[in-house]
């Protein structure tokens, strides 16, 4: 046996990046937008979905609904009458913390894609893994609540950069925290600066037409390319 | 935690090169940015590896520095910690020139020795 040098130089994610794109352009082909939708668990990632979906005047739309196990949150969707497609990421080894272009892939037969002009893809909820594989999708959002302190910017830059808007939730809760909503601002400026972002609570609605509108603008029907 | 999705981007990367020779060094050019745990990285990899032609090689990671450039004014610096804003212009136009890698550079692997014809 002797032994030889292999030169390789390949991004180790090119296989997924490969993959996000097939899943894109059957998107595009379908007409439809998608929308990756992250942050950590318990931050109203599905609130967020609830409050708005139905609401989007002209804008068809559909979930994606990614979890390690369990179907919890596709049934709070169910009474909303709009297509909730449930992929679960527990088949893999202890169930996969994020969801990748594959398992995307997968999904893509069960999705009805001729009957939606906006997709949105719920990921798993963790503020590491999700900003590390692209699904095929044409928006990333990511939210942060401000329960979750004013440093989450600094200790998680991959995922405050990795997204093209930044929901900050929950700030009906602001009188009885100590957080300073400027300061997060702040850092989210320093590690993504001039990234969009909409302030507001979901449960009072505050600021929800924000992201309602934001959604209107990425949704605006599509044609499809035969 | 990612580390374990990330090795097994590396086990699938190697095993497409390696072309069924045993691998004993893989070497790989690690990003600031890309926070990846070096320790756990190495911890996974050897896990990951197991049952593949990875199983039992050294993982050599390069940790890249991360350095921007901004596209406003050209300065050019290395930062420790992630923050994005050019510090000459105050610009936000700032693209990563290094750091934002995690790439598989070469693998050394075991070639059969050849049956020289008698």
Redesign the interface.
């Known amino acids: 046996?002797?032994?030889?040098?292999?030169?390789?130089?390949?991004?180790?994610?090119?296989?997924?990046n490969t993959i996000a794109s097939a899943n894109r352009a059957d998107f595009d082909r379908a007409g439809v937008k998608v929308v990756n939708f992250m942050s950590a668990p318990g931050a109203g990632k599905t609130t967020l979905l609830e409050r708005v979906v139905t609401d989007l005047p002209g804008v068809r739309v559909g979930v994606l609904e990614g979890d390690v196990e369990g179907s919890m949150d596709a049934d709070r969707l169910a009474h909303l009458h709009i297509p909730v497609t449930q992929l679960n990421t527990g088949a893999g080894?202890g169930g996969?913390?994020?969801l990748?272009a594959n398992m995307v892939r997968s999904a893509i037969p069960a999705l009805p894609l001729d009957d939606i002009d906006l997709l949105l893809v719920e990921n798993v909820g963790?503020l590491?893994?999700p900003a590390?594989?692209r699904i095929g999708e044409d928006a990333r959002v990511m939210v942060t609540a401000v329960t979750e302190g004013e440093d989450k910017?600094?200790k998680?830059?991959?995922m405050f950069?990795a997204c093209e808007l930044v929901i900050v939730n929950k700030i009906d809760l602001l009188p009885h925290l100590d957080f300073d909503l400027e300061k997060l601002l702040y850092n989210i400026?320093?590690?993504?600066?001039?990234v969009e972002r909409v302030v507001l609570s979901a449960r009072t609605g505050e600021g929800l037409e924000a992201w309602r509108e934001w959604l209107l603008r990425l949704g605006a029907r599509q044609e499809a390319i035969a | 935690m990612h580390e374990l999705s990330l090795s097994s981007a590396i086990v699938n990367t190697v095993v497409k090169h390696a072309a069924d020779r045993p691998v004993t060094t893989v070497y790989l050019r690690v990003g600031a940015l890309r926070q990846v745990v070096s320790d756990t990285l190495d911890f996974y990899f050897e896990f990951v590896a197991r049952g593949t032609v990875c199983e039992g090689a050294r993982l050599e990671q390069e940790l890249i520095p991360a350095s921007l450039r901004c596209r406003g004014c050209g300065q050019e610096w290395q930062i420790e910690i992630p923050a994005f804003r050019c510090p000459e212009c105050g610009g936000s136009e700032v693209e990563v020139a290094s750091g934002d890698e995690f790439e598989v550079e070469a693998i050394d692997v075991e070639e059969a020795q050849c049956i020289a014809p008698r």
């Open positions: 046996m002797h032994r030889t040098k292999v030169r390789i130089v390949e991004d180790a994610l090119d296989a997924n080894f996969e913390c994020h990748d963790n590491v893994c590390e594989f910017p600094l998680y830059p991959l950069r400026d320093v590690v993504h600066p001039d």
